[in-house]
């Protein structure tokens, strides 16, 4: 029998305040325990939240990006529950009047492209994060209130494939739109996977199970394969999916129930009363449209257009919208947009994929970049040379120039100075010479590596090549 696999995801992704969703404490990442709460996100008796409207903005440029229908009336309720990372016992999220409904986002599959629908994005309060020591436990709340939007997807997707694309376009979106740092390893993006199977051509969904403890995209694309094919042994053998939420477990690569599936009811959610309805206006909705910066599938767009780029660099640059703002300064400033795509795309992101940093801590500038390009275009540098000026550039920056003269890295484009170096090694090799005169072209190649080695790597290649063929070809050695 065929299955049909249908997976919904649930993306919780921090935003970019500097401050708190209700307090005014900071939500900068790796302070020590409890260093960032105050009575309100400690939740203490009386304190009273006030709502940080920069969260609510971001939220709807989010909605804005990804096609949402915005509501101008929108409300917080209360999630109840009781754990010991949440004082108040409950959260304050969005219930039946969330900021964003509908909206998607396309995606590109093997298959071809495919839409994939959104159903609603609130914004929430984030909770504190419990801490389990040898002989006791602990709670740090310095989480707790950092402004949280849950992206909430219709379950459109169909592999693990497709989720995993989904989370990099979704990020990319993010990024350009400025909405989050989206920096995984400080948890700023979190996702829940909803998945059922069901026998191919069923009209409804199978029963879901619910994943959590994805902390990587990488986690998602693992934990969806085991259990799209966990689901399918059991439909296979004539058993039946059981509705609930399990764990993964990443060391041993399986999923593990965790407990039954609570539903909406179990939270008794109800207004918060300590909060005003959040109120939009038209001319808010408006203005904030023109607010939003071009996103990934546009930029792509223009960066074929306007530079004359294949697709393939497109994609790679704009995965990151500071890549891509660091491209368009080089090539705008050295006219030569391919080939500093070139050098992004290998030397630059091999580097920041090495270190795991970002383009932005690169000592490297766009016009560092450019000039040096220039300096290998005119044939001041070789390639060589200026790849290790580039390395040395992304280490402690400074000015090509002064790079390729402080360490005598200058190009050898002078014929008067090559035609003795070409006659030495033409003299100590008349071996390799007689050879090229006898027909073996391949001889030239050691001739060449020979007169480079002599010059220190500082020859012009292409120069050496050339006054050894016309030295070669029209003067017999003894002449
Ligand atoms: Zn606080």
């Not at 709670?139 to 939007?149: E, H, K, T, W, Y």
Request: with cysteine; proline share 6%.
């Amino acid at each position: 029998m065929k299955f049909a696999v249908s997976i919904g995801l649930e993306i919780h992704v921090q935003l970019r305040t500097r401050t708190k969703i209700f307090c005014g404490c900071p939500t900068t990442f790796g302070a020590p325990p409890n260093t960032q709460v105050c009575p309100v996100c400690l939740g203490l008796p009386g304190a009273l939240p006030v709502l940080n409207r920069e969260a609510v903005r971001l939220t709807v440029m989010a909605g804005l990006a990804l096609g949402c229908r915005i509501n101008l009336r929108s409300k917080f309720d209360r999630k109840n529950y009781f754990y010991p990372d949440m004082p108040k016992n409950y959260q304050i999220s969005q219930y039946d009047l969330p900021l964003c409904v509908g909206g998607g986002l396309e995606i590109e599959t093997p298959a071809g492209r495919r839409f994939i629908r959104l159903r609603r994005i609130h914004l929430e309060e984030d909770v504190g994060k419990n801490l389990h020591f040898a002989q006791s436990s602990g709670v740090d709340f310095n989480r707790a209130g950092v402004p949280l939007m849950e992206i909430v997807t219709e379950p459109d997707l169909t592999s693990a494939d497709e989720a995993h694309t989904f989370l990099l376009a979704l990020k990319e979106v993010l990024l350009h739109g400025g909405i989050s740092d989206c920096n995984l390893e400080e948890g700023n993006l979190r996702c829940d996977v909803n998945i059922s199977v069901r026998p191919e051509g069923a009209d409804e969904l199978g029963v879901k199970t619910e994943l959590k403890n994805l902390n990587s995209f990488r986690a998602v694309h693992r934990a969806l394969d085991y259990e799209i094919r966990r689901q399918i042994d059991l439909l296979s053998c004539g058993r039946t999916v059981v509705q609930e939420t399990r764990r993964w477990n990443d060391e041993l690569g399986i999923t593990e129930s965790m407990r039954t599936k609570e539903e909406a009811h179990d939270y008794r959610y109800f207004p918060e009363p300590d909060l005003v309805p959040v109120e939009l206006t038209e001319e808010q909705l408006t203005e904030w449209r023109a607010q939003l910066p071009e996103l990934p599938a546009a930029r792509r767009a223009r960066l074929v257009r306007e530079y004359g780029l294949p697709e393939y660099d497109a994609k790679v640059l704009t995965a990151d919208p500071d890549v891509a703002d660091f491209f368009e300064a080089a090539a705008r400033r050295s006219q030569q947009p391919k080939i500093v795509s070139n050098w992004i795309m290998t030397e630059v992101l091999r580097v920041l994929g090495e270190r795991g940093s970002s383009i932005r801590d690169l000592p490297l500038t766009p016009d560092a970049l450019a000039e040096l390009i220039e300096m290998v275009q005119r044939g001041v540098i070789n390639m060589p040379a200026a790849k290790s000026v580039l390395a040395e550039l992304m280490e402690h920056g400074g000015r090509p120039a002064e790079i390729i003269e402080r360490r005598g890295l200058v190009q050898i484009s002078d014929r008067g100075a090559l035609e003795p170096v070409v006659e030495e090694v033409l003299r100590d090799h008349p071996g390799p010479a007689a050879d090229y005169r006898n027909g073996k072209a391949a001889a030239l190649q050691f001739l060449i590596g020979q007169v480079m080695k002599r010059t220190r790597g500082k020859a012009n290649p292409k120069l050496v090549a050339e006054v050894l063929r016309a030295r070669l070809e029209s003067q017999s050695p003894s002449s």
